[in-house]
DNA sequence: CGAAATATGGAGGCTGCCTCCATATTCGGT
DNA sequence: ACCGAATATGGAGGCAGCCTCCATATTTCG
């Protein structure tokens, strides 16, 4: 995968770079054990810098979240690709959908902030969310010509029932279901045609 | 509706039932205005009260919450009772969904305490919340018997489901789409039979 | 009316967010 | 190898929200 960490980052001082890395470390840590609402105090802390630092280099925790993505979202996008190599229409937008599902999964909590990002221009996460809609548009258009999706369905709504899904799908066993039933559901419907 | 205005509550002080009276009433506008997430202090002062006072009568912002809820669960309740009297048992199931969609969009947020609740039981929303999926049980069942449902799915599927679908439908606009075509998406599928 | 029971509110401890700036570190030119 | 300019640091401090505790105030009832 691509060096997230920005050690290769020209026009920033040598301790800057360090300081940088070792925040994006911790915070990828902490995001993935904590979810999305870890204390950026605390990343600091653990990291050994002091919160001016920290913000210095990520002004948002969205900012921090979206560097802490990077790797994940090249590898989205690797998917992405894969998936248009496959001939059959509905199995490609059925392993982009599959390859969204893993990176909403990344960080407990992550589904919000992507459904935030669209709205927010200012986000560091909106471009790269508008992207991963325009694929699914795409992926979308290709199995409504030429596979079974059906007409009347727009990439909004994809993207939305798919984050709708990745939010709630961490209750899964607590409802008694499983995320395969769930997505199931999603794709079909709960209604016989 | 019924009285949720706590008066009628026997055992209290009187000032401990105007009190509670006035937090409630201020709750519900700050929780409709700003969402689930308002600021309880913010509610106790402009309640002419203090956070002590506040916290004596609801001791977590849930408990507040399923106060604040009461009214809209009888309403809730009440359609379910209309539902469950329509023939058509596919019909039925779609006028309780939508109560239940109705119910979820009384509070901006409401879906995450709800998908929340059924882990842990101490919450004040989880016993009503076990209700609501056994209910979504009922009506799916019936019309998996006499209808069109899907006999996979199952009522932690469709509930979780409509959780997703309406935690995800304030953005509906943004990602030009509308609430009538994401529902319709996750009752009939993305893809054609 | 007064004592016992009950309720109050606000001070205060805690955590997290974020900003500012005196001080420390690095860098590039000599 | 050194020094001044440019850059980066960290931690103090201001703010807001959560929640608890208890000296004081209000109500109730005999």
Redesign the interface.
Known sequence: MTNVAASDRPGLRADARRNRDRILHVAMQHFASRGIGASLEEIARAAGVGPGTLYRHFPSREALLAACLEDRQAELLARADEARQIADA?VALDAWLAALRDYLRTFNGLPAPV??A??EQASPLATSCQHL?SITGEL?ARAQAHG???R??????????A???A???D??D????TRD??E??????????
């Open positions: 509905d459904l935030a669209i709205e809609v979308l079974h999706a059906r009347s369905v727009t990439a909004g709504d994809l993207f939305l029932g984050l709708g899904m939010w709630v799908s209750r899964v607590a409802y008694g279901t039933a769930l199931a559901v999603f794709a079909h419907g709960y209604l016989d045609a």
